[in-house]
């Protein structure tokens, strides 16, 4: 299946480009006066002011997205941090009012800036951060990508998802050494192994409200899986909120040794896959929080001291430009102690910039951790 930019995935008409319905514009309207008056911190309700929504509600691109279909999420999670999703790859040119204020907000990348050439820099530059195993459980670092000819999640169609699926899965088994491993479809996967893999922190879960509300989990779970090798230390997610979330994890604080292992995955993968790149984003990705070196590099760390104040561990994670998530990945809470630490940033750096910031940050809160009383 060629994937048609004329024929419209969601009403499976051949909407093309034009105006938003009537009836699109009158659910914004709604909603719009629901998300002013209620208490979101979101940055959605931080940059969509009256004027921009006027001058946007009426768009729509040639794959049938609409206002709507980015900003949904938001509407519907007050508690959502960011709010928007580009629902395909136009949205962030033809809704840049909204999106260009929440890319910088978020990343410090302004309307003039563009993300630099991939430059993974020598990989041999970050250490074990802990070596003693007294704080890091675990590293994992990943990166989102796009596979030139297919749109992002909600215009996928379920013939989309069969394709893409087979053509990463055939590369995926071409791999070897390291990185050679099995792919395990999430369509028969049974509910107790996904749960033990989602429990182990390797498998996405299921049923996120926000990619929900964003369309995003449209024919699930076709299309879906996991691929890993024997160790667990190379995994890709096929098709969960990107088309690839390629990622290296394992036990412990060495960096170096999981960012060279990354690397390494991705520069064979680039071999015989076509990922989208823009020239001002770099990596196109569907949140706009992932776009340019996609990367999001974290240790799952125990800071007893500086956790006791979740305030000041969030005021010195936003020093270093980290962030703080729980144990369980976005929007979950800390277990026993384990807080996910990782750079905020990702656009506007170049990969070796973003690993060399949170290589950096974790050393000093390292350091502010053992010098706490
Ligand atoms: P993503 O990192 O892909 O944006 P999440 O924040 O939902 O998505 O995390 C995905 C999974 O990866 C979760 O199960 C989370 O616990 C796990 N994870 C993240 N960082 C680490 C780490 N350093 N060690 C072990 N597991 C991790
Ligand atoms: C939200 O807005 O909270 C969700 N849509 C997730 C946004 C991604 N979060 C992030 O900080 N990387």
Redesign the pocket.
């Given at each position: 299946m060629s994937l048609s930019k004329s024929k419209c995935t969601r009403c499976e008409e051949s909407c093309g480009k034009g105006k938003a319905s009537v009836d699109v514009i009158r659910k914004l309207e709604a909603a719009f006066d629901k998300l002013a008056s209620s208490n979101s911190t979101?940055?959605?309700k931080r940059y969509l002011t009256r004027t921009i929504f006027d001058d946007l509600k009426t768009r729509k691109t040639s794959f049938g997205s609409t206002l709507l279909d980015c900003i949904q999420?938001?509407l519907e999670?007050f508690?959502?941090?960011?709010?928007?999703?580009a629902a395909d790859p136009e949205c962030y040119s033809l809704f840049a009012e909204l999106f260009d204020p929440i890319i910088e907000a978020?990343h410090g990348f302004k309307k003039s800036d563009r993300q630099p050439p991939t430059a993974w820099g020598p990989v041999d530059t970050f250490a074990n951060l802990d070596p003693k195993d007294e704080y890091i459980v675990s590293t994992r670092i990943r990166c989102c990508r796009t596979v030139k000819g297919y749109p992002f999640n909600p215009c996928m169609a379920a013939d989309h998802y069969r394709e893409i699926e087979r053509q990463i899965v055939s590369v995926l088994n071409e791999l070897s050494g390291e990185y050679r491993g099995i792919y395990h479809p999430l369509t028969g996967m049974p509910k107790d192994v996904q749960q033990n893999l989602i429990d182990s922190h390797y498998l996405f879960k299921e049923g996120d409200r926000?990619?929900q509300s964003?369309n995003a989990c449209r024919h699930w779970p076709t299309g879906r899986g996991i691929f890993f090798n024997d160790k667990k230390t190379f995994l890709v997610w096929v098709c969960e909120e990107d088309h690839l979330r390629i990622m290296c994890m394992q036990p412990g604080g060495n960096v170096g040794e999981v960012y060279r292992r990354l690397v390494g995955a991705v520069t064979e993968l680039e071999k015989k896959l076509t990922f989208i790149r823009s020239d001002r984003f770099g990596y196109v990705t569907f949140?706009p929080?992932?776009l340019g070196t996609t990367i999001?590099a974290s240790v799952h760390i125990k800071l007893p001291k500086l956790a006791s104040n979740m305030d000041k561990l969030k005021n010195l994670a936003e020093k270093y430009h980290l962030?703080v998530?729980g144990t369980a990945g976005?929007?979950t809470e800390s277990e026993g102690g384990v807080y996910d630490l990782s750079n905020?940033r990702r656009l506007g750096l170049t990969e070796h910039e973003v690993m060399k910031e949170m290589y950096t940050g974790i050393s000093e809160i390292l350091k502010h951790e053992k010098s706490a009383k």
């Open positions: 979101s940055l959605l999420s938001g999670n508690d959502s941090s960011i709010g928007v999703y978020y926000f990619l964003a949140c929080t992932n999001r962030q998530r976005e929007h905020k």
